[in-house]
């Protein structure tokens, strides 16, 4: 018995998944089958020809290839969505072929020729899949679902004349179908982008050298390096080493977090300017980052109440109806001598009404309004920056009495930027950046040490020093001292930028310096203390700042009578002060 992996392509909707799903369980030596429709990975464990496999996925109308490593590409727009694909542009250029019908002969009454002809045309785009996929379901799971009840609609109103009905009904549902595999686009590319968190491979320390390997092979107890600027790939311990490592896409921590040895650290965060030796702690799939994923691809599973109602409603319903119209269709003529055909033009046999009531009957609006109403508030919350997981989670926030907002990148800015600067020297305090010229001395040769760094806190100085409109002089001999901070010279003069710590050791200041330093880390600030030809010149403090419209939003949560939650995984210093800020009194 052996694990299989394929991906299945031309699915719009979980109906889709179920019925691939239970297509495949029937091939014999399958034990297990399970497909994930967000990701569009079929898992197979048991013993079963991939061929076998491609070909039954075939037969049910999708494609299926063994799984590889994908590179995720943003989802398109709506429209260039539709004609990217052979299964949704025909339900596009259907659409167009209607409208006229919809306009014309809908609402205003008109009768042309042509009217039929085009309304025609738009159901022989999208029928035949409709009807293919229809008879696959019903010959493979002995099934009749929605799709039949459409087909045999359609067919029912062509009968009896209703040309523009006929084509409405396909087409309409296509659309429908079509704005569902939108919806599972963007959920797919979520979950993708969370696959990007860690990369696909990883450095081996061996006994006798170091060996790139997949970072699935990797087990626990091996030995890994990480080098400056690469992104941890598994969970582990470090063995060896020191650095800061930015833990934001796992914790949410706005700073820089330092780890030595025996300190732990999560695939997916970017490790800083030193290089660590890890110990895997868990394989790939156990790491705290593919935990993260799994919970998200059971979110996106999740349908609305009313998408599983309308599930429910097609199984029980599309059998009913077409028993209904046969009843109508034959009783009468057999059981009280009324006419099967038209017996004259003004007036309908028993067939014609049987047919007449599929048509009636067919849940139309139901069917298409379900996952258009979802796709629309998905799509204009979207565009209003606020990012929903699915259906049943927007139908979850009529009854929502709280709401936990995280704090890094939503009510914060998530990149840091400089709050505080104290200079010896400073003949203004209160002054804002760039109005005081012994402050600008101190940001200017801070910056063009900083300048070349890829530190965020690096970036923050040099933007500082650039919004100010200070020109930063070239810097040489820059050295970065791991796990402590940076030195250079800048026009003949030495400049130390670090912790307090560092400056205990190399520059000479006053205690007073280091305690104003300690209440910038209490309070959830980062200090670096700036220190130039072994004397202290000054700190510059750094912090995660608050967005403008957070505290607007804010209260307008709470005037709606909603609880607020701050969540945060950055220390209590420096939640407790973004929540004071903000009037948040829950963390």
């Known amino acids: 018995m052996h694990n299989q992996r394929f991906t299945i392509k031309g699915m719009d909707c979980p109906d889709c998944a179920r019925t691939v799903e239970r297509g495949v369980a029937r091939l014999a030596g399958v034990k297990t089958c399970h497909l994930n429709f967000t990701t569009e990975q079929l898992h197979i464990t048991g013993d079963v020809d991939p061929e076998t496999v491609i070909a039954r996925v075939r037969e049910l109308g999708y494609e299926a290839r063994p799984t590889t490593s994908a590179v995720s590409e943003p989802p398109p727009a709506f429209l260039r969505f539709m004609l990217s ?21 809908e609402i205003l009454g008109w009768e042309a020729w042509w009217i039929d002809v085009l309304a025609l045309g738009g159901l022989a785009l999208v029928g035949p899949s409709i009807a293919q996929h229809a008879w696959r379901v019903l010959r493979t799971n002995r099934e009749l679902s929605i799709d039949a009840l459409m087909t045999i609609a359609a067919i029912g109103a062509i009968i009896i004349g209703a040309y523009v009905e006929a084509g409405l009904v396909m087409v309409l549902y296509a659309i429908g179908e079509a704005l569902e595999g939108y919806t599972a686009n963007h959920a797919r590319h979520t979950i993708r982008s969370l696959l990007e968190l860690t990369p696909p491979t990883a450095t081996l320390i061996t006994p006798d050298d170091e060996q790139v390997v997949v970072v699935e092979t990797l087990r626990p107890g091996d030995r890994i390096i990480v080098r400056p600027g690469e992104r941890i790939p598994v969970d582990g311990t470090i063995a060896a080493g020191s650095s800061f490592v930015n833990q934001a896409p796992i914790t949410g921590e706005s700073r820089l977090v330092e780890r030595s040895v025996g300190d732990e650290v999560f695939a997916g965060t970017m490790n800083g300017e030193g290089s660590i030796e890890v110990i895997v702690t868990r394989p790939a799939a156990e790491s ?13 599973e999740r349908r609305a109440p009313i998408q599983r109602f309308v599930d429910r409603f ?11 119209a046969a009843i109508v269709a034959t009783v009468p003529p057999l059981f009280f001598g009324q006419p099967f055909w038209n017996p004259t033009p003004d007036t309908f046999g028993w067939f014609y009404r049987g047919l007449a009531l599929l048509v009636v009957a067919c849940p139309c609006a139901l069917v298409i309004s379900t996952p258009v109403s979802i796709v629309s508030a998905l799509s204009t919350a ?63 040769l801070a910056g063009a040490v900083e300048l070349r760094s890829e530190h965020p806190l690096a970036y923050a100085i040099v933007n500082a020093a650039t919004t100010c409109g200070l020109t930063l002089p070239p810097a040489a001999e820059v050295r970065a001292l791991v796990g402590q901070g940076v030195r250079g010279v800048v026009n003949g003069t030495e400049v130390f930028i670090g912790s307090h710590r560092m400056f205990d050791q190399v520059v000479t200041h ?20 700036v220190g130039v030809d072994g004397q202290y010149r000054g700190t510059i403090t750094v ?16 005037d709606q009578g909603l609880r607020i939650v701050m969540l945060t995984g950055d220390d209590t210093a420096t939640a407790e002060r973004i929540a004071a800020e903000l009037g948040v009194h829950d963390v």
């Open 288 to 300: 705290t980052v593919a935990r993260m994923i799994h919970l998200v691809q059971e979110a996106q």
């Open 543 to 558: 912090a995660d700042t608050i967005r403008e419209e957070s505290r607007s939003a804010i209260a307008h949560l709470r």
């Open 382 to 444: 979207a565009r209003h920056g606020v990012l929903i997981k699915g259906g049943a989670y927007l139908e979850a926030l009529a009854r929502v009495q709280t709401i936990a907002i995280d704090k890094t990148g939503t009510l914060t800015t998530g990149k840091p930027a400089v709050v505080v600067l104290r200079t010896i020297g400073c003949t203004n305090p209160e002054a804002p950046l760039g109005h005081c010229p012994a402050c600008n001395e101190l940001l200017t």
């Open 314 to 324: 097609a199984r029980i319903y599309t059998p009913l109806v077409v028993l209904l």
């Open 85 to 105: 694909s052979r299964e949704t542009r025909p339900a596009l250029i259907g659409l167009l072929l209607v409208i006229p019908g919809i306009v014309l002969h």
């Open 510 to 529: 006053d205690e007073w310096h280091c305690l104003a330093a300690q209440r910038d880390s209490q309070l959830g600030r980062t200090p670096l203390m």
